[in-house]
Nanobody, 117 residues
Framework: VQLQASGGGLVQPGGSLRLSCSAS????????IGWFRQAPGKEREGISC????????FYKESVKGRFTVSRDTSKNTVYLQMTDLKPEDTAIYYC???????????WGQGTQVTVSS
C-alpha cells in the first residue's frame, strides 16, 4: 500500500506545474484525496481536496482560480494542476488519502515546489 506524490520542481513566477498523486495497493474509490503543503517555518495547510468517487472538489481561497484538482479513475491517480504560481506557493506538497467514515489515511512522501526567478 503506497501513496506517491510527484511532479514538483523549480518554476518561475507565473509558471505552471502539475502534481500527481498515485495510489498502489488499494483503490481510491472510497477515499477523499487532499493536497497539503508546508512552507519553511510554517504549519502544514490543506489547500484542496477531491472526492474520488464523484469528483467533487474543494479549494482554499488562496489557490482558488489558480489550482485545479482532478482525478483519473483508470489510473487511480489524482492531479493538482497549478497555474500562475507565486513565490508564496513555494513549499513541500503532500497528498493524503482519507477513507470515508473511518480514521484510515495514507500520506504521500511529499514533493518540493519552488517558485523563484
Amino acid at each position: 500500500v503506497q501513496l506517491q506524490a510527484s511532479g514538483g520542481g523549480l518554476v518561475q513566477p507565473g509558471g505552471s506545474l502539475r502534481l500527481s498523486c498515485s495510489a498502489s495497493g488499494f483503490s481510491l474509490d472510497d477515499y477523499s484525496i487532499g493536497w497539503f503543503r508546508q512552507a519553511p517555518g510554517k504549519e502544514r495547510e490543506g489547500i484542496s481536496c477531491i472526492r474520488f468517487s464523484d469528483g467533487s472538489t474543494f479549494y482554499k481561497e488562496s489557490v482558488k482560480g489558480r489550482f485545479t484538482v482532478s482525478r483519473d479513475t483508470s489510473k487511480n491517480t489524482v492531479y493538482l494542476q497549478m497555474t500562475d504560481l507565486k513565490p508564496e506557493d513555494t513549499a513541500i506538497y503532500y497528498c493524503n488519502a482519507h477513507k470515508y467514515g473511518t480514521t484510515l489515511q495514507y500520506w504521500g512522501q511529499g514533493t518540493q515546489v519552488t517558485v523563484s526567478s
